[in-house]
């Protein structure tokens, strides 16, 4: 038996979204799994540690699809000025294979980071501490996200949220 101790840390950046009278643009934080990208196979992390990310993206998310809506949704924000954020949970090698799945499957959204939520730090923390070191207003962040436990935490902070399946049924 092998034991795999995965660290994940976050990274934050200071992204300029300024709009017209220095007004900041929306940031729109986006998960992957099931919300971005719909698929039925879930898998333990050992299985991921050994496979290059080609490998791994064919392997675990070959029968997977984009939320089109979502993505037709995201596009516009994108274009009307938002900043795009994939936040998920996942070890580094995994938000590697996650990059490649939109990469390859969602060309045109131009993401403009990549966040990867770890066991000890939430998803909400993560949001707070990057609107407070990009001194951005919590009402210019948005939440996409399938999970109605990281959407009711995010809400309790004053972030505002959207499930996936209501822009899917637009």
Not at 11 to 37: A, L, M, S, W
Not at 152 to 168: D, V
């Amino acid at each position: 038996m092998h034991i795999i101790i995965l660290i994940c840390y976050i990274q934050i950046y200071i992204i300029p979204n300024v709009g017209v009278n220095n007004k900041v643009k929306r940031v729109i934080f986006v998960d992957f799994d099931d919300t971005i990208c719909l698929h039925n196979v879930h898998i333990c992390v050992d299985d991921r540690m050994f496979l290059n990310i080609n490998e791994a993206s064919e392997k675990f998310y070959a029968k997977s699809e984009i939320n089109q809506p979502l993505n037709k949704y995201l596009v516009n924000e994108k274009n009307n000025g938002a900043t795009i954020i994939l936040l998920t949970s996942a070890c580094s090698k995994m938000l590697d294979i996650k990059k490649y799945w939109l990469r390859t499957n969602c060309p045109l959204i131009e993401f403009d980071d990549y966040i990867s939520a770890s066991i000890d730090i939430n998803k909400t923390q993560i949001m707070l501490s990057y609107a407070k070191y990009n001194k951005i207003d919590i009402s210019s962040i948005v939440l996409i996200d399938d999970s109605c436990i990281e959407r009711k935490i995010a809400e309790e902070s004053g972030i505002s949220t959207y499930n996936p399946q209501l822009i899917m049924n637009r």
